[in-house]
């Protein structure tokens, strides 16, 4: 990794395909390869485990998959991304709209891609929507992965206003171009976060490597401003790229939001071949990648086995693991009691392994997660261990998942299908 690469702040930063690498914790050297089973869409239909409540296909046929994320402009209104086309599409009162708001050019290679979406209103009515996504030129070649501010206007995107360049490719000869994250959220700060991944298997401080480069905006939760600023008040300090970073120590994730009562941040982590995680993210977190994922060993001691800036960055336990591999995805809050107040304010989850949807609720501090046994110990030691959190079956792999201006659920799956939850 060069030292250009560094974020120039001023200026600069899920596809879900079926090979990841892992970096073990006894040899970080040792590279391996695996497979997810990508689970597909039941033909029958999804199912509730609630029978107070079902499933209703709002949109089927007519995007380019993979897709990779959505947002709502208002009620029945939803803006989708196609990963490689590098279009973002509208679907308005269940109809695809005949032209894309936008079509950018996009690199494809594994998890590149038009990966992220976000919208936000000022107090004139004017609506900015933040994508990020694996730019190319016009050979085709990758040049960054980079947040920018779109402007709609007349049924467009226009105005592009670059927030963040950071990297997309792979400082390992011939390592795949994965781990680019991609998620965006506005925060209760109004500020737009980013989770980004270890991009390519890089092996710097950020990742927790004493010897390794500099941090680089990867492997971590970054925020700018919705004019690319950077944040006063950033955990790790004033200098560049420090600034950024929210939390870092991130192998890679395709989901984070904000919990409504608290504002505290929480996200979804994929292991390699095991231990995918649910995370409270506190401002300095550490996630502890490429030394920790799942609970740490007992030898494990973060004091000294972990990278930090300058004394500071903290690490924790996730809240929850899966010993065996899911692949978790999209995580979202439900603000919202249309489903009913036991689900108010939980968390619901995808992956991308088993179709799965799954609901997490949380402890009277809503810093920890509300367990059941054989669950009390954070740990599904098996698939069959998580009946107890799964909420719903059936919807093949997740990519994203919002709560729609009716206060329903919406869960888009990487085919472009969009469900919808509601009471039976």
């Known amino acids: 990794m060069r030292k250009k690469n560094i974020i120039l702040l001023a200026s600069i930063i899920l596809f879900f ?26 033909s029958s239909g999804q199912i509730i485990i609630d029978p107070s409540l079902k499933v209703e296909t709002i949109f089927k046929d007519g995007l380019k998959g993979p897709t990779t994320g959505m947002a709502f402009l208002g009620p029945n209104d939803i803006l989708v ?8 599409q509208r679907i308005l009162n269940g109809n695809l709209q005949q032209n894309p708001l936008l079509q950018v050019k996009v690199g494809t290679e594994v998890e590149l891609g038009l990966l992220g979406i976000a919208t936000s209103n000022n107090q004139e009515g004017k609506t900015s929507v933040f994508l990020y996504y694996s730019e190319a030129n016009s050979s085709g070649v990758v040049v960054g992965n980079r947040l920018y501010k779109y402007e709609l206007v007349d049924n467009r ?9 950071l ?14 994250g991609g998620k965006l959220v506005i925060g209760p700060d ?11 298997g890089r092996m710097g401080n950020i990742q927790n490597i004493m010897r390794g480069n500099s941090p680089d905006g990867t492997s971590g939760i970054l925020r700018v401003t919705q004019d690319g600023k950077s944040v006063d008040d950033g955990p790790f300090g004033s200098s560049v790229p420090n600034i950024l970073y929210y939390a870092y120590g991130i192998r890679n994730s395709f989901g984070f939001d904000f919990d409504p009562v608290t ?31 799942g609970m740490a060993l007992q030898r494990f001691d973060p004091n000294q086995d972990l990278f930090s800036f300058e004394g500071k960055g903290n690490y924790s336990d996730p809240e929850f693991v899966w010993k065996v591999t899911v692949a978790p995805t999209a995580l979202k809050f439900l603000n919202s009691t249309k489903l009913g107040t036991q689900y108010e304010n939980t968390i619901f989850v995808g992956d991308v392994k088993t179709g799965n949807l799954y609901n997490f ?17 954070r740990v599904a030691d098996t698939p069959d261990e998580v009946q107890s959190i799964v909420f719903g079956q059936g919807f093949g792999v997740v990519t994203d998942i919002q709560v729609g201006p009716d206060g329903y659920l919406y869960i888009l799956g990487i085919n472009g299908s969009i469900y919808r939850v509601v009471p039976a």
């Open 167 to 180: 990297p997309a490719t792979s400082p390992i000869p011939g390592h795949e171009n994965n781990h680019n």
């Open 361 to 377: 609720k949380l402890d009277s501090d809503r810093k920890q997660l509300l367990l059941e046994p054989p669950l009390n110990d």
């Open 263 to 293: 504002g505290n941040l929480w996200d979804s982590e994929n292991g390699g071949i095991d231990k995918d995680e649910i995370n409270y993210v506190y401002p300095g977190f550490n996630s502890g990648w490429r030394k920790a994922m």
């Open 17 to 42: 395909v079926p090979t990841f690498v892992l970096i073990t914790n006894v040899n970080e050297s040792n590279i391996s390869h695996a497979a997810y089973v990508r689970a597909r869409p039941e």
């Open 157 to 165: 995107l226009v105005n592009p206003l670059l927030l963040l360049n």
């Open 190 to 200: 109004n500020n737009v976060y980013v989770i980004v991944g270890d991009v390519g």
């Open 81 to 88: 991304l196609e990963k490689n086309t590098g279009k973002v």
